[in-house]
């Protein structure tokens, strides 16, 4: 199963506080957030938008179904972006030593 089905499957569940803005599952009665009771947004594209905005782990450790990014790809992810932040890190101060006087 891809990440777009398993997220659709999601919203199938929730639904979306028209008050505060929380997901929440479809058998709660009122918002855990902020303790709305009314009418709650149904519509699968909005909720959709919403699970979309929710990091991966996040929803995995919710136990939604989601399976989180193989921990290698995170690792070497990180790594690359470490490596250009130093990259940057070390371009700026070498261009601030050519422009500035010994």
Known sequence: MHRTE???EVAQKLKLCPFCGA???????SCYN????GVFEFDHAIV??????????????MGVGLPAQNWRERLSER????????????????SIRRHTPV
């Open 34 to 37: 902020c303790l709305w009771h």
């Open 79 to 94: 790594v690359r972006l470490f490596a250009t932040a130093i990259k940057h890190k070390v371009s700026y101060v070498l």
């Open 6 to 8: 398993a997220r659709g």
């Open 48 to 61: 959709s938008a919403s699970v979309n905005e929710i990091d991966p782990d996040v929803l995995f450790a």
């Open 23 to 29: 997901l929440n599952s479809v058998e709660r009665k």
